[in-house]
C-alpha cells in the first residue's frame, strides 16, 4: 500500500496532539481510574466494572478488600508460575514463524500479555499497583480482570459518551497510535489477539470466514458509538453495550478469571444459576453461553475470526493503513501469483493486496513476508515507501477498485438493505400491475393467484400495443419522460419514468466498487462525455444524469442520430480532454481512430487524461474489456442494462451482480420454467418500478444466472451470451454471441468482426486494431474450440463498421448460422 504524506501524517498527529492537551487541561486523564473500580483500592464503595458487565449478580468485586498486610501467594503461584509459563510454552511449540522465519512476534505478544496483567502484584497483595498505572493501553484489555494494569479504550470510550464527556484525550491517544503503530497493533501487541493465534493453531478450519464479513466489524463500530447514546435515553448507565455482549476478550480475559476466583460465589455451585436459567440465573447463563460459543467459533472457523468479523479495535486501526509509519509493502511486479500469502494469512487478505478491505485486515504480522519467494511482500516503516510497478503505471489507485472509502461500503450496505425493504413481493408486483394498467388487466384477465402461472409479457404484446396502456393510473399525473429500447427487432418496448425513478440510476452508481474510481477521477477532472444519449433509449441520458450528480460536468453529445456524427463526437473529445466517456465498444474505437487520425498532436494528451470508459447497449467480453483496458491504460467498465436502465452491477470481480430489486427467471428453448438459476431464455420482475411496471418482462436474452462469488457480498450473478434468436447450436451446445466474441478477442483488440458459420466450415472475418496474435494461432486456437474448419480474415479498420458515418442500425448480427442445421432466427429489422 502506498503511505499518505507527510503532510497528511502531520496534520493528523496535530490534531493528535491538540485533543490530548485539551484532554489533560480537562483532567481527563486522571478519568481513566474511575472506571476501573475493583474493591477498596480504587474508588471504595463504587460499584466494580465487572457487574456492570453482568448485572444482576452479587457484587463480589466491589466487596474485595485490599489489606498488603501479609502476601497472597495463590494469585502468583497461578500466574506468574503456571499461567505465564504456559502461554509462552504453547506460543513456541511448533511455531513455525519463530523457529523456521525467525520472528519474534509471538514473544513481543506474551510479553504485552504479561504487562497488561502485572495488577497480579496487587491481586497479591505485594505492592499496591493502581489497575490504571499504565494508563489507556492501544487493544483491548477487559476492566473486569482484577489482574489489569491499564485500561481498555473501548470500554473507556462508552463509559465517557454514557457520562457525556467527549474523549479528547483519548481519542488523541488513538490517533498517535493510529499514526506510530497503526494495525501492527493487533498482530504485535493485543493480547486477546496472541490468544486468537494460540487457539488458531488448534483450529480445525472446517469453514472458511466470508470476506465479505469484514464489513461487520465496522458495522460494529458504529454501533459502538452510537450506542451509548441509546443507553442514556433509555436510563441506562451502569453498563456499555460491546463490553456486555460480543466482546470476546472480556469473556476470555475478564468475566472467565472473575468466576473462577473472586466470582466463584456467583458461579458454583452451577446448579444456582443452571436451575433459574431465565431467572436469577440468566446474567451468568448468558455470559458463560457466549463465552463458549466464541471459543466453539474459534475451532470451527478459525482462531482470529472475532478479530476479522467484529473487534471494532481492529477495524479502527485497520483506517490507518494509508498513514502509519508500520506497514507491509506490496510489489506487484515481483508477486508471482503463488497463492502462499493467502494461505498463511490469517485475516484473509488476498495475494492481490488491493482494495480497502485487503489493506484494513493487514495486522503486518510478516507471515507472507516470510513465504513469499519472489520478494513482493516486505516490512516497511517511516514515512516513505517505494511503490510497485503497478501503482506507477496505474493511473487509478487500485484502492479505489475496492469502493475506496469506507463511507461508500457503508452506504452500499445501507441502499442494498433499503431496496430488499422496499421491494414488492413479484405476486404483489403482478397484482399492482394489474390493478393499475391496462396491459395487464388484459393479459392477465383476472387478479392473479399464483405468480408462476403467469403468462410472459413479450416484447411483441408490448411493442405493438399502446404505450399509455403500461402506464399505470397512480403515477399517470407524476411521470415526466418516455423511452423505448431500440426495436432492434421490430417491436419497441415502452417504459414511462417519474423524477425520482429515473435519478434512481444516481442510487444504483453507488452500489458498484467502482464508485471509488468514479469519485477518485472526477475529483481530478470532471469532464465527461456522454456518447449515449442516443434515441428513445433511457440507458444514454441516465448515465449522464448519475455522472452529473457525481460531480462531473458532462457533454451529451450523442452517437447514433444527428445529435452528432463521429467526427464531430470526436473532435469534442479532443477540445474537452474529458477523464469519463459514455459509448459502445465499438464507438470508443471509432472515436480514438478519428482522433489519432485528425488531432494527432492532442491524441497523446487525450489518452493522458482519459481514465475510464463506461458502454453498454451492446454485448462486451470479458476478453474485449480487458483488449480495451490494455491498449489504453484505462479502466473499462460495462453494464448489461435493459429497457429500464441499469439491471446489474459492473463488478472489478469480473461478474456482473444483479440488483436486488428484480426478480429473475431462466426459461429453456420451450419457455419453460427453469428456475431463478440456470442457463435459458431470461425473464425479469421489477419489484420497486410502478409508473411502467414490467412483470415476467421476456427479455428474451441467453444468460447465465447464477450465485455470486464475489467478496463484496452479492447474491446473485448475470452473465449475458446475447439474444435468444441469434443463438446457434454447435457441438451439441448452445452458443451466443459472447461465446464467439471472447474467443476472439482473447487474441488481442479488434475492430469490428463477423462469423459465418457454413456446412463445410467457420469463416471468421476481424477489423484490425491494435496489437493481437498472428491468424495461424487464431485460426488453431478458434477451431480447437468450437472443432470447426475455421478460416480466419483481417481486414482494415472500417470496413465492416464505416467508422467516420452515423450507425443508423444496430449491429446486433454477429454471428451468422447459414448452415443448413441452422436454427437461427434471424428478426425482421436490426
Known sequence: MRFAGGRVWAGVALVALLLVLAGTLRFQDDLVAGQMTYGNFDIPGRVAFVNRLAPGIPDHASAKVYTFDEIHWHPLIALILVLFPLMLFWGLYKNWEFWRAGLSRVLVQWTTFVVARLGVLRAGQVYPLRRSCLGTFPFLNCQACEMASGACPIGYLQNLLVWGVFPSYLLGLLLIFGLTLGKSICGWLCPFGFFSDLMDRLSFHRWRIPRSLGWVRYWVLVVVLLAPLLYVQAGIRDRNFFCSTICASGKIYGLAPYYGTTGAGSFLPIAGWLGDPLGKGFPVVLQVGLTLLVLVAMLLFAGRIFCRVLCPLGGFWGLFHAVSLVRIRHQDDQCSRCGGCERVCPMGVRREFAGFLDHSSCMVCGRCVTVCQGGARAFTWGFTSPESLEDKGSMIDTATLDYGSLFNRLRRDFYMVSLAIAAKSPLDMARYAFQQTVFYKRLYGSLPQEFTALPLARKRDLGTGDPYDVLSDELRGSVTLYGETTGSTGFPTPVFYTPLEFQAGRLF?????????????????????NGLTFGFTIAGPTFGDFLGAHGGVVANVGSRSTIATPPRTARAITRLRPSVITGTPIDLLCWMRIIKEDHPQEYPRVLEELKVVLSTAELCAASRSAAIRREFGLIHIDIYACVEGF?????????????????TEVFDPDLKLIGTYGEGRFAFTNLLKKSAPFVRYLLDDFVTIFPSQCSHGFKRSIQPHGRWELTVQLGGKRLGVRHFEEAIFAHGLFGDYRVILEDTGMKVVIEEYGTHDPVPRIRETLAEKFHQKVEVETVPFGTLTKYREVRVTKP???????????????????
Request: proline share 9%; net charge neutral; hydrophobic share 40%.
Open 812 to 830: 446486433i448480427l454477429k454471428v451468422e448460422d447459414k448452415r443448413s442445421v441452422s436454427t437461427q432466427t434471424i428478426p425482421e429489422f436490426l
Open 647 to 663: 439491471f446489474s452491477i459492473p463488478c472489478p470481480c469480473g461478474e456482473l451482480h444483479i440488483l436486488p430489486l428484480y426478480h
Open 509 to 529: 452508481s453507488k452500489l458498484t466498487p467502482y464508485v471509488g474510481a468514479l469519485d477518485q477521477v472526477l475529483a481530478a477532472n470532471r469532464a465527461v462525455v
